[in-house]
Each structure stands twice: as structure tokens, then as C-alpha cells.
């Protein structure tokens, strides 16, 4: 366990450049570049009022600040400091703001949805896109960064409209068979559209780029539907999770499913391994957990660690009775994600919160379950390699790392975090984490290719270099 | 007990009765008034009996009694107890004996009349415990009965009851069906409410956009600006292009491109898959083809009328195959065909792995009694066996294939000339050698003949002299005994007679010497060629071999000598003529030993030699 210095952060924004060099930090309205490798101040900008979002551009040469409440977004260029740009949206107000692949545009979303303001860095040419929808997921670009679709709402209808990013131009618009539209997906490949229904109905419509409705499935009638939508990265599976507590896998080549996975609480098939975290005694004279950390904060308050132990296997998991009267029961599958070489398929089921499930997507079988002394708030795929990284919350926060292709799953980075909500990331290079602490501001996970774990107290930020765990203090 | 009793009681009364009415009947005659007494009398009398027993008999009525004992006693059979009198007047004087034996008989009829009593009672009080025993059994029977009649009644009524609650079930069940009906009824109309509420509101929400956008946007909002120091670059370092058609247009063709490159990509995707599925097949057809050609012709026996049709396919088939290149083509007649045939020679497969299923099961259902179908252990046997013999082949195969090459390799073509030489140099040698024995060998023959030639002549001569000295003796003989001149042609006669029997003689001598011979002859002969059969095949040793040689060429100089005597006789010759060949061959001399016995190494080498090349 390695950790650099904490540093003074507010409002958890804290990101990592795409290409890895960078971190740039927010304290108010200042905002802080560092070089990564020796953690020198490079550049510090001053922002008008503070600062509520940061996001890095796709190439890692501007930096965006957005500040809802003034309705304002100031755009700072790393390679010229005096460079300065502000945005500001006047009285229509602001709530998204966000960058477009190419990193020369900025999309802000005015108050009430009215509309979408494209403003371009290069040209003064300035686009507008009316009647957005405020969905789940309303705005998605395609991996290569040259088409955007987008959710929109007219005259009590869901549209899609398709761009083309380069010049805003619209491609195609067309009408979706949905209620109520919840969300939209691209495939990796760019070339299909997952459009899903809110939770009231279980329907899922895939189109073409060129607008063609493909295939429409639906899995069962008169009760809630889809919670959770992740396409494979091959885009041969889209993988659908509901609140049936299952997950459905759909082919590209017919779209019709090929299997289910269920999410029992009762696991009684021998071939699989359940791996159950159990805590362990005071770490101290443990081979490499004895390496003393560096920071003398660390030493008092890795009191627990924690280890995997295989449960023998008719094994019952925790689960929890979801109050179904309520708008938004926790149950169903909330999250999916896939490995990154489409092999497997980590899930969790809402109303068994301390469990995640790995699926075989080559046998398409349960593979392993891993059930966690707490509830698991976000789990991340290993860009590189079949490697999973979890996140568990409570009082605690650990964080563990799980290998699906060899045998080596167990507790390689235990840590303990007194955090209230932690969020991971896994760099696309060098196979390191992020974690964020209370993310309101972060909702997507945010690759980070520096080596290091980046656990943001309160306030403070440290950096674990070559990490096993890491530990923040409670303030 | 009591039912017993009423079943005696009465035939007892009626015989008593009987006898009652026969006795009257016959003390009618003699004195009615006095049986009348006696019967009157009797009644008081077992009065009597009961109250004091000594009171029956009295000093007066000795005779009443008597008498009445005795109508008493005929009347159950008794003999009477008075003597019997001569006459009706007399008067009939009591019998002692005959009262006696009554008495006798009476208490023996009491004893046994008490002991089935006896029984009588102890079986009633048997039956008694019996009957109180059914009696209690037969009244819990009857509480048994109750009890299981209520808990019936009780059943029916928890039977009437569930039943009356089932169907009150029954009715809440399609009441809250129903409900349930109602309710949906009412969610999807509330649905419909909500859903139409929802447009409604969206409307109006959408209508307050509207005007929300035309008030804050369209006010010319000075607000809402960009300030930029300058414009940077774009990404791809081209410069923005105006909006026009041409722009619409290039879009579109870089979407369909793309979707074509898509479709394209999963396409080859495909095509692969295909081309390694279609493989497969292939694969899996050749497989199949070689599998079933093999049993073409059992199943051709058996006459199997699928099975030939089919087979006839495969063979089709086979000859499809060799035209490669249709698999390449996809079109729908060739899918169809391969698809076809695959699907054919599978159900062929399928029939006969089946098929052979059925044996495997027959088989074992009947044992070991199909006679016709070689059983497996013989088959594994012989495949042994032959994988052996081939495995030994091999191997010969292969050394004569490595002599070969050193022979090939070893030796150029001037080296297995000068070999080739140098084998007819030794072999001359050898030859030569032999030949200079032979000569020698051919010379001690010469030498040996013209010694024999020689006794033969002298032995001529001696015969010569000797008959004529017979002759001289036999003429002084016959001069000696007679002495007339006539008998002299008869005495020439007499002598041929004579010379007859000499001959006689000397045939007697030869079958000596016959039985002589052969003896001698076995003596040596056998062991010789025994010997030499023996020695023969095996390496031979000369020296093992020469003395049986020489005892066999002694006992032939022996034989020779037996014979020499008898040699002119004309019998002889051809026995003579033989035992010279075997002389020939059996020569005396150690020099004939050793030439034997190179000659016989001679062959050996030779043999040798012959294994060589």
C-alpha cells in the first residue's frame, strides 16, 4: 500500500485526463492540474463562482467547469493558459452540461429540457436542439464519436433523433413504440440502438442506424419491466435486467434471447463456487498487509481486513424484502456489466445487495458468487484483462478486486473506507482504480489510465501507489 | 345347563313311562291287584326313601320290596332277581347271585353316572366362563360400534362442514376473481385516465415550453453568449464546411457506408462460420461414407431393402465428393443436396448403429447361441495373432531390407566381383582338393577290384583243382566199390545225381551265408544310417561320424569275406551285385571315413555359402 498526500478537494470533483497525465481537482472555484507522476501543481484556474461539474475533453486539452447555479460553463485549454472561454446560458438557466466526442463542442441543457445548446470552440456557429427528453439516459454517442442520438419528447410521443457530430446535421428522426421512453443505448459497433421502455412495461426496441426498427422483445406483461441495459463489448449480446430478478441475454443476429439468468437466493449447484467475505483478525504480521504504509494516518485505522472464504455449497444468500409499495422497490437486476473481452457478466441483483454474480458468457452459466459483508455499491470491469473491482458501502467501504481467469480470486486489495458511497473506476492501461466518495456529480465511471487508487476523503485526496487497499479517515 | 336338563327330562319321563305301562301290562295277568299295591305302594315308599332311607325295607314287606326291586330291575333290563321257578304256583325263591350281580352292576352304573357328571359339570362351567367371555366381548364390540358410529357422525359432520366452508371459499374465490377482474378493470381504465391525464398535462406542460422558450429565447437574451478569446482548431484539423445538400447527402452515403461496412464485416463473419460448418460437414460425410462402405455388403445380404436404396445414395454420394468444387458453390440446389444426403446417411447411421443396438441386446438376451457371428474374443484373438505375424514380417522384411543396403552400400561393384572371385577361388580349391581325394579314393578301388579279380581268379583255380581232385577221388571210389563195367554209365549218372546234390549242398551253404549275411548287414547298415539320419540335419562331426564308419567298413570287409567263397554261384549275383555297391559305398579305410566326412563338411559349406548371399 503506497499513498501520496492528501489533497484539499470539495464536491468530490476530482478527474483523471483521458491520456492519463493530468488530474485536475476542484477546491470552490479554483480549479487545480496536476502532473500525475509527480504530483506538481501544473496549472490553476480561477472559476467565476464554484465549481459543480468538471469533465476532460476526449483529448485531454480542455477542461470543463460548469457551474449550474450562475448558468455559466468556463472552458480552460492546458496547453495555453491564458486561453479562457465562458458560456453563458442567460436566464434559459443550465443543468447538463457535457463534452461532444470530438472535444470542440459543449452540450448544455437548459432548465425544464427546453433545449439543447450546441456551442462549438472552433466556429461561432451555435446549434439548437429542442425538446429534449429528461430520461435515464437521454443523450448517447457512438464509440467512433460520430453520431449522437438522442431522446426526444413531442406532442406526448418519444422520438430519436440521430446527428451527425461532426456538423449537428440531423440524420434521422423517428418515432420509437414506447410509452414512456426511459433510455438509450448505442452498440459498440455503432450500427444498432437499444431503446427501452420505462419501468411500467418490459420493452425493449433495437434500430439501425438508418432509423429501421430491427427487432422489438418483450419479455412478459403487467408488471415492472427493464431496470438495467448493457451491451457486450463484441455488440454480439445485449444483456436486459428487470425487475424479475433476471437477466436476459439477446443475439445479434435474430435479437430473440438465447438464455435467462435468474438470480436465486438459494445457490445449490455444486459446480459453483461461492466466495463468501469474512473478516479477519488484526492484520499485523501478514506478509504483504504488514508492509507499513507510509502514512501514519493509515496504520490505526486498518484495523479489519477482510478475506474470501468458499462457502460450502448449498449456500442461502442475504437478501432483502423490498418494500413493493413504494415507487422504485429495491429488487431486480440494477446492475450489469461486461468484461471487457465479453466473457463474463457481473450482476447484481437489488434485493440481494452484498452479492455479485458472475456469469460464464462462453457457457453461458453461473460462473462464481461473491457474496460481501456489505451492500455493494458499484462494481468495474478491468479495461485489460477479466479483472473485477467492487465496491461495498456501510460504515465501511471496501474495496476488492476479483480475477475471473485464473484462480486467483481472493483479497488482493482489502481496504476499509469510512465513506458513505464510493464509485470505481478501472484505467484503461495500467489497470488501476479510482474510487469517489458520495458521487452525486459523478454518475459514469470515468477511466483513468495513471497508476494509483484515488480514495477522496473528505475534503482530502491520496494516492495508494501500487495499490493492496487504502484507508481514509473519517473527519 | 338349564337347557341340557329340558333336553333329557323328557325322554327320561317317557321311557319310565314305557317301561311303567309295560310292566302293568305284564303283572296284569298274574296278580294286577298286588303290582297296583306295589305301585301304590311305591310312591309312599320313595317318600320313604327320601326321608330315611332304612325305612324302604322292613321285617314285614321283605317280600313287597323284593318283589318290587325285581319288576324294578326286569323293567330297566335287569335279569330277575328270583330263581325261576318250574311251575307258576311255586313260589319263586330270591337269587342271591343274581341280586348280587345287580348290585354290582348298579353301583358300577352309579360311579359312572357320577363321573359323567362330573364331566357334565366341569364342561358347563367351561362352557359358562365361555359364554361370559363372548358376553363381554360382544358388549365391547357394541361400545366399539357406538364409538365409531359417532365419530362417523362426527366425520359427516366435519365433511359437511369443510364442504359448506369450500364452498364458501368457492364463493369468496370467484368473488375475489371478480375483484380481481374489477380491479383490473379499474387499473387499466385508471391506466387510460392516467395515460390521458398525463397527455394532458404533457400538453399543457409542453404548451408552457413552448411559451417559456419563446419568452426567454426569443427576447434576443443578450445573456446568452459565448465568450471566446479565439477559436481553436478542430480535432481532425479540417475546417468547418457549410450546411448545404451536398453536406445532407455526404452524410447519409458515410451512414449507409457505415452500415454497409457493418453488414459487410458480419457478412465475412458469417461466410467464415459457414465455410467451417460446411467443413465440418464435409468431414463428418467423408466419415460417414467410410464408416457405413464397410458394411455395405452385410446389409446387401440381408436384403435390406432401406439399406440398398440408401446405400446406392452413399455410393452416389462418394462420387459427388470428388467434385470439389461444388461444395464452394452456395447456391440452394447444392445446400439442399448436402443438406439431403447428410440428413440421409444420418438416418443410415442412425438405423444402423440401432440395428446394431438390437444384436448387442439380442446377443445378450440369448447368450452365446448365434453360431454364425464370430465371437468377439476369437475375433481379438486372430487380430492378435495376425498383428503379430505382420509385426514378425515386418521386421524380417526389414532386415532383409538393411542387408540389402549393406550389401548395397558395403560393397561397389568391383568389391563384390573380386567377393564373387574370391569365392570361386575357394570353392576350386576345394573342388580340386576332393577331386585329388576322389582320384586317390578311385585308385585304392582299382587297386582293391584287381585284388579281388585276383582271389577270384585263384580261387577259380583252386575250385578247378579241387573238383578234380574229386572227381579223381569219387573215380577211385567207385573203382574201389564196384567193379563191373555197366554200372560205370550209371555211376556217371550217379555222379551228375551227385554233382546235383553238391550243387544242393552248396546252396544249403549259401543260405548259411544268406542268413549269415543280412545278419551282418543289419549289424552295420541300420546304425550307419541312423547315424547319418541323425547326424545329417544337425551340424555334423566327424569325428562321432568316422568310427561308426569304420566299424561299419569292418563289418563290410567281414561280409566280404563270407562272400568271396559263394561268388560264382549264379544266385549270387544280384545279392553280390549289391553288397558291391554297399562296399562301394561303405568303403573299409579311414581314407573313406575322412572322405565322408568332407564331403559332408563339403555340403555343410555349402549350405553356408547358399545362406550367404
Not at chain 2, 453536406?247 to 467451417?276: C, P, V, W
Not at chain 2, 558291391?580 to 555340403?603: D, F, H, M, N, V
Request: charged share 25%; proline share 4%; glycine share 4%.
Amino acid at each position: 500500500m503506497n499513498f501520496s498526500e492528501a489533497f484539499k478537494l470539495s464536491s468530490l470533483l476530482c478527474r483523471f485526463s483521458p491520456d492519463g497525465k493530468y488530474l485536475a481537482s476542484c477546491v470552490q472555484y479554483r480549479l487545480v492540474v496536476r502532473d500525475v507522476s509527480t504530483l506538481q501543481i501544473r496549472q490553476l484556474y480561477t472559476c467565476l463562482d464554484q465549481i459543480q461539474h468538471i469533465e476532460w475533453s476526449a483529448d485531454s486539452l480542455f477542461i470543463l467547469c460548469a457551474m449550474y447555479r450562475r448558468g455559466l460553463v468556463q472552458v480552460w485549454s492546458l496547453e495555453q493558459p491564458e486561453w479562457h472561454c465562458k458560456i453563458d446560458e442567460g436566464s434559459a438557466g443550465l443543468v447538463a452540461s457535457c463534452w461532444s466526442p470530438d472535444g470542440r463542442h459543449i452540450l448544455n441543457t437548459t432548465e425544464f429540457h427546453l433545449r439543447i445548446t450546441v456551442w462549438s470552440l472552433c466556429t461561432k456557429s451555435v446549434s439548437y436542439i429542442k425538446y429534449p427528453k429528461a430520461c435515464q439516459q437521454g443523450v448517447t454517442f457512438t464509440r467512433d464519436g460520430r453520431y449522437m442520438a438522442l431522446a426526444e419528447r413531442r406532442d406526448c410521443k418519444d422520438y430519436v433523433s440521430i446527428f451527425v457530430c461532426s456538423d449537428w446535421q440531423l440524420l434521422r428522426h423517428f418515432d420509437t413504440d414506447t410509452q414512456d421512453l426511459a433510455g438509450i443505448e448505442w452498440a459498440p459497433n455503432g450500427c444498432v440502438l437499444a431503446v427501452w421502455d420505462t419501468c411500467l412495461e418490459y420493452k425493449i426496441l433495437l434500430y439501425s442506424l438508418d432509423g429501421r426498427l430491427l427487432s422489438a422483445y418483450c419479455a412478459y406483461e403487467w408488471s415492472l419491466g427493464i431496470k438495467s441495459v448493457a451491451w457486450s463489448p463484441s455488440s454480439q449480446f445485449l444483456a436486459v435486467g428487470s425487475y424479475d430478478g433476471k437477466v436476459r441475454l439477446l443475439n445479434h443476429v435474430t435479437w430473440k434471447m438465447i438464455t435467462e439468468f435468474g438470480h436465486p437466493a438459494a445457490i445449490n449447484n455444486p459446480k459453483i463456487v461461492v466466495y463468501k467475505e469474512a473478516e479477519k483478525g488484526p492484520p499485523l504480521g501478514l506478509g504483504r498487509l504488514s508492509f507499513p504504509p507510509p502514512l501514519p494516518l493509515a496504520a490505526p485505522l486498518s484495523a479489519s481486513e477482510s478475506k474470501y472464504e468458499i462457502a460450502s455449497v448449498p449456500v442461502s444468500l442475504q437478501t432483502l424484502k423490498p418494500a413493493t409499495d413504494r415507487a422504485n422497490p429495491r429488487m431486480g437486476v440494477g446492475m450489469l456489466a461486461f468484461s471487457a473481452d465479453s466473457y463474463f457478466l457481473a450482476t447484481r441483483n437489488d434485493n440481494v445487495p452484498n452479492t455479485v454474480w458472475v456469469w460464464d458468457i462462453q457457457k453461458l452459466r453461473l460462473f462464481v458468487v461473491l457474496e460481501q459483508l456489505a451492500p455493494v455499491r458499484s462494481f468495474l470491469w478491468d479495461p485489460q484483462q477479466p479483472r473485477l473491482a467492487i465496491c461495498t458501502g456501510g460504515s465501511k467501504v471496501t474495496f476488492r478486486c476479483f480475477l475471473c481467469a485464473g484462480i486467483q480470486v481472493g483479497t488482493p486489495w482489502p481496504s476499509s473506507v469510512r465513506i458513505t458511497s464510493v464509485f470505481v473506476s478501472w484505467t484503461p492501461k495500467r489497470g488501476s482504480t479510482q474510487l469517489w466518495n458520495n458521487g452525486t456529480a459523478m454518475r459514469r465511471p470515468w477511466w483513468n489510465p495513471q497508476q494509483g487508487l484515488r480514495v477522496p476523503g473528505l475534503g482530502r485526496t491520496r494516492f495508494p501507489w501500487e495499490l493492496s487497499g487504502c484507508h481514509v479517515p473519517a473527519q | 345347563m338349564g337347557d341340557w336338563m329340558t333336553i333329557t327330562d323328557p325322554g327320561l319321563s317317557a321311557e319310565s313311562k314305557n317301561i311303567s305301562q309295560y310292566t302293568s301290562e305284564t303283572k296284569m295277568s298274574p296278580s294286577s291287584l298286588y303290582s297296583q299295591q306295589v305301585l301304590c305302594s311305591s310312591i309312599p315308599l320313595s317318600k320313604n326313601v327320601h326321608s330315611f332311607f332304612s325305612a324302604f325295607c322292613t321285617e314285614e314287606n321283605i317280600e313287597q320290596s323284593i318283589s318290587y326291586l325285581d319288576q324294578e330291575l326286569t323293567t330297566f333290563g335287569f335279569p330277575s332277581l328270583y330263581e325261576e321257578s318250574k311251575s307258576k304256583d311255586t313260589k319263586r325263591e330270591l337269587n342271591i347271585v343274581a341280586v348280587l350281580n345287580c348290585m354290582n352292576e348298579l353301583l358300577v352304573l352309579q360311579r359312572k353316572n357320577l363321573l359323567a357328571q362330573e364331566n357334565v359339570e366341569t364342561k358347563n362351567l367351561k362352557l359358562g366362563s365361555d359364554m361370559d367371555h363372548l358376553q363381554n366381548c360382544y358388549a365391547k364390540l357394541k361400545e366399539q360400534l357406538e364409538t365409531s358410529r359417532r365419530e362417523m357422525i362426527g366425520l359427516q359432520e366435519r365433511d359437511r362442514q369443510l364442504q359448506c366452508k369450500n364452498r364458501n371459499l368457492h364463493q369468496l374465490l370467484k368473488n375475489e376473481k371478480d375483484e380481481v377482474q374489477k380491479l383490473q378493470n379499474i387499473i387499466a381504465s385508471r391506466a387510460t385516465q392516467y395515460n390521458h391525464d398525463m397527455k394532458r398535462k404533457e400538453r399543457e406542460y409542453n404548451k408552457l415550453k413552448e411559451r417559456l422558450h419563446q419568452l426567454v429565447m426569443n427576447k434576443k437574451d443578450k445573456k446568452i453568449t459565448m465568450d471566446v478569446l479565439n477559436y481553436v482548431g478542430r480535432a481532425d484539423g479540417k475546417r468547418g464546411s457549410w450546411r448545404t445538400g451536398k453536406t445532407e447527402a455526404r452524410n447519409e452515403d458515410e451512414m449507409y457506408k457505415i452500415l454497409l461496412n457493418d453488414y459487410e464485416y458480419r457478412q465475412k463473419q458469417i461466410l467464415m462460420e459457414n465455410a467451417e460448418l460446411k467443413k465440418v460437414l464435409q468431414q463428418m460425410k467423408k466419415e460417414m461414407i467410410s464408416l457405413l462402405s464397410p458394411q455395405k455388403k452385410k446389409p446387401r445380404e440381408r436384403a435390406d431393402d432401406s439399406t440398398g436404396t440408401v446405400i446406392s445414395d452413399v455410393e452416389e454420394d462418394a462420387g459427388e465428393l470428388t467434385r470439389e468444387s461444388m461444395w464452394d458453390l452456395s447456391c440452394e440446389t447444392v445446400r439442399e443436396q448436402l443438406t439431403n444426403s447428410i440428413r440421409k446417411q444420418w438416418r443410415i447411421l442412425k438405423s444402423h448403429v440401432e440395428k446394431l443396438d438390437n444384436q448387442v441386446s439380442k446377443v445378450h438376451l440369448e447368450g452365446f447361441n448365434d453360431e454364425d457371428v464370430i465371437s468377439r474374443q476369437d475375433h481379438e484373438q486372430e487380430t492378435e495373432k495376425l498383428e503379430l505375424e505382420i509385426q514378425q514380417c515386418k521386421e524380417m522384411i526389414k532386415t532383409q531390407q538393411q542387408l540389402l543396403q549393406q550389401l548395397a552400400t558395403a560393397c561397389d561393384d568391383d568389391t563384390t566381383s573380386l567377393l564373387r572371385d574370391c569365392y570361386l577361388l575357394e570353392e576350386k580349391e576345394r573342388l580340386k582338393e576332393e577331386w585329388s581325394l576322389f582320384k586317390e579314393q578311385k585308385k585304392n578301388f582299382e587297386k582293391e577290384r584287381r585284388n579281388f579279380t585276383e582271389a577270384a581268379i585263384r580261387l577259380g583255380l583252386e575250385r578247378k583243382a579241387f573238383e578234380e581232385e574229386r572227381a579223381s577221388w569219387l573215380k577211385q571210389q567207385f573203382l574201389n566199390m564196384t567193379t563191373f563195367d555197366h554200372q560205370n554209365s550209371e555211376n556217371v549218372k550217379l555222379f551228375s545225381a551227385f554233382s546235383g546234390s553238391s550243387d544242393r549242398d552248396n546252396l544249403i551253404v549259401h543260405s548259411r551265408t544268406q542268413q549269415k549275411k543280412p545278419h551282418s548287414v543289419s549289424n552295420g547298415s541300420p546304425v550307419c544310417i541312423s547315424k547319418l539320419t541323425k547326424s545329417l540335419p544337425a551340424s555334423p562331426s566327424t569325428s562321432d561320424f568316422c568310427p561308426t564308419r569304420s566299424c561299419v567298413s569292418e563289418h563290410s570287409s567281414i561280409n566280404v569275406l563270407n562272400i568271396t567263397p559263394e561268388e560264382t554261384t549264379p544266385n549270387q549275383v544280384g545279392r553280390e551285385c549289391t553288397n558291391q555297391k554297399w562296399s562301394i559305398a561303405s568303403r573299409p579305410g579311414s581314407q573313406e571315413g575322412c572322405y565322408s566326412g568332407c564331403s559332408l563338411t563339403y555340403t555343410n559349406s555349402h549350405v553356408e555359402k547358399d545362406d550367404l548371399p
